[in-house]
């Protein structure tokens, strides 16, 4: 766990330090948000940023999102002001922490990234023979193939790796082979030197160096150009890699995992990725199931799920009703766990009288079908008649309401929930941020009042 604490933080930063490290973590400071942008831009990497609320977090979260560079940011200031908090969450920290320092406080922020980053959660037997896998391969440098389905969990697979390896202590990087720009990819992998190309206006090191001595997780490699591929191979193969616009090799210690949603030997045979680079990948392929094909996990998970979102919520974990939980376990979760913890972040934030019912799960789509229930002609599961007669009076509230007049409403109220966070908005729903300000962009052509960033709060007062 590496902490960079950015700011005084009104001269408690001896002592947050200090309890940060009591607590295992490897702590840095600087003075300020160019000094932070900085260091992570020389390799320095970081899993929290603690930011002193004083300081321009905007600025900085703005710098982050525009430099691609993924890390949470906690800013911290004096007493307990809802004002100051409310703004700087506003500004895109995830979470405030009142200063003076409280030891179990901090404790549980540091103990929230890493469970969030590593924990596997999981009861189903289809995942005992996974685990015992990943644990053989763990503590050797062999490169890893992670597979499965989009939202099967290969990120927290590969993280799971590392923190089980001998290089645990060091860096684990990720890089989202889909998510950059074919033409910026190369700079973020392998960084490149001011002046480079336009817009390099400071040296920056790319993601095979900062992860040097530790892992390098390169997600959803499948989308990777083949033309990059080819650089991407030498880089594996020599352990050496050539900064854009840099004149002299750079050896670099990583070791390499990498994860795919497709089918990698298909991708091969149709010409869309090196054979040589796969072989070279996938000394050991670990395949993650689907959702649907271990059952007995949708049960804990919604539950850990629902835990999780209340305490982020602040408020009391709600039980779940059975007739919910049956909803959860006839599903088919083409979005596999990434669908479940969506739709258990929204059940929290439905849930009536303080329980998640039918109502708050909103599933759509279709259904794996139990023994006894027959299947509509939109792919849905529908009870037997006798049990269809007890679903509860609320359920009628949807009918004849359009999905599109559904999904406006979840967003809308979200969004308001959100006190017009756009970016946590979107986190909630499961959406991409493009997506969300594309309906809200519909919705206000249509007339809709859309709320802006902190009208939410004004309108409660």
Known sequence: MRLLIVGSLEGHI????????????????????????????????????????????SRLCESLEAERISVPVVACGIGTSSARAVDAIKAGAKEYIPLPPDAELIAAVLAAVTEETSSLVFRDPAMNGVLRLAEQVAPSDASVLITGESGTGKEIMA????????????????????????NLLESELFGHEKG????????????????????????????????????????????????????????????????SNRN?????????????????????????????????????????????????????????????????????WRGNVRELENTMHRAVLLARDGQVTEESIMLTGEMLVPEGHETTSNGTAQAPAAASASKPHDASELVGRTVADVERDLILDTLQHCLGNRTHAA??????????????????QEGLPIPMPGEAERSMA
């Open 427 to 444: 986190n909630i729903l499961g959406i991409s941020i493009r997506t969300l300000r594309n309906k809200l962009k519909l919705y206000s």
């Open 159 to 182: 993280r799971y790796l590392h923190t089980k390896s001998r290089r645990s202590k060091a860096q684990f990087i990720s890089v989202n082979c889909a998510a950059i720009p074919e």
């Open 264 to 332: 990698l030997e298909d991708e091969v045979r149709q010409g869309n990725f090196r054979e040589d680079l796969y072989f070279r990948l996938n000394v050991v392929n670990i395949a993650l199931p689907a959702l649907r094909e271990r059952p007995k996990d949708i049960e804990v998970l919604s539950d850990h799920f629902i835990a999780k979102y209340a305490d982020a919520n602040g408020v009391p974990t709600p039980p779940i009703s059975h007739e919910a939980r049956q909803i959860l376990l006839n599903h088919h």
């Open 196 to 259: 480079a190309f336009t817009g390099a206006v400071t040296r920056r090191v790319g993601k095979f160096e900062e992860a040097s001595g530790g892992t390098l997780l390169l997600d959803e490699i499948s989308e990777m150009h083949p033309r990059l591929q080819a650089k991407l191979l030498r880089a594996v193969q020599e352990r050496e890699i050539d900064r854009v616009g840099g004149g002299q090799p750079i050896k670099v210690d990583i070791r390499l995992l990498a994860t």
């Open 14 to 57: 001896v002592t947050a330090g200090k309890i940060a490290l009591d607590r295992g973590a490897k702590v840095a400071n600087v003075d300020g948000i160019d000094a932070a942008l900085d260091a992570l831009r020389s390799g320095q990497g970081s899993d929290l940023l603690m930011v002193d609320v004083d300081l321009d977090i």
